[in-house]
T-cell receptor, first 110, second 114 residues
């Protein structure tokens, strides 16, 4: 079992470009989350999805959109990237109260 | 607003000693609190969960306490080893419990020297 996988691992974008970060899980969990992690700050929740077809905003949703098309996949889209979105992005799933994280995507916006 | 504070300074200890990490929270009362371990370049990994009605939880060399009066959790690693070197994140429950949402502290980096 792969657990939670994220693609790509690294990405460099120019300001204004768009991209989608992909997350997939094979654990059959209902809830999925997108976080960003910046130096000196805790993980901050961008969006979460309680189940297939539902999404809700987290603490820092501005500049992002998400899509939960099926139970396995939860994608995060940056429509017009900004330097402030330079960060490490983590996807996670939840079973009961525990969260299971992917390896992360390191994104740099120049 | 809800706020989580962990020691921002790295904790350096000698192998074999007990490491104690602190997590303080303000302005709310979480139903439970979790601790995660994060190694460089990797995602966090769940370690322990303690509920508001539990004073202490143990798992092998790990021990967590939860003082709802002081609004504080302590995380202990006994007989520490160099392999315990990592960043440890405190994550109290946030919002309604059915969302599973957590608020993460910024983490404390532990360095265990042989």
């Amino acid at each position: 079992n792969a657990g939670v996988t994220q693609t790509p691992k690294f990405q460099v974008l120019k300001t204004g470009q768009s991209m989608t970060l992909q997350c997939a899980q094979d654990m059959n969990h209902n809830s999925m989350y997108w976080y960003r992690q910046d130096p000196g700050m805790g993980l901050r929740l961008i969006y979460y999805s309680a189940s297939e077809g539902t999404t809700d905003k987290g603490e820092v949703p501005n500049g992002y959109n998400v899509s939960r098309l099926n139970k396995r996949e939860f994608s995060l889209r940056l429509e017009s990237a900004a330097p402030s979105q330079t960060s490490v992005y983590f996807c996670a799933t939840r079973w009961q109260e525990e969260q299971y994280f992917g390896p992360g995507t390191r994104l740099t916006v120049t | 607003s809800q706020k989580i504070e962990q020691n921002s300074e790295a904790l350096n200890i000698q192998e074999g000693k007990t490491a104690t990490l602190t997590c303080n929270y303000t302005n709310y009362s979480p139903a439970y609190l979790q601790w995660y371990r994060q190694d460089p370049g990797r995602g966090p990994v769940f370690l322990l969960l303690i509920r508001e009605n539990e004073k202490e939880k143990r798992k092998e060399r790990l021990k967590v306490t939860f003082d709802t009066t002081l609004k504080q959790s302590l995380f202990h690693i006994t007989a520490s080893q160099p392999a315990d070197s990592a960043t440890y994140l405190c994550a109290p429950q946030a919002g309604s419990s059915n969302t599973g949402k957590l608020i993460f502290g910024q983490g404390t980096t532990l360095q265990v020297k042989p």
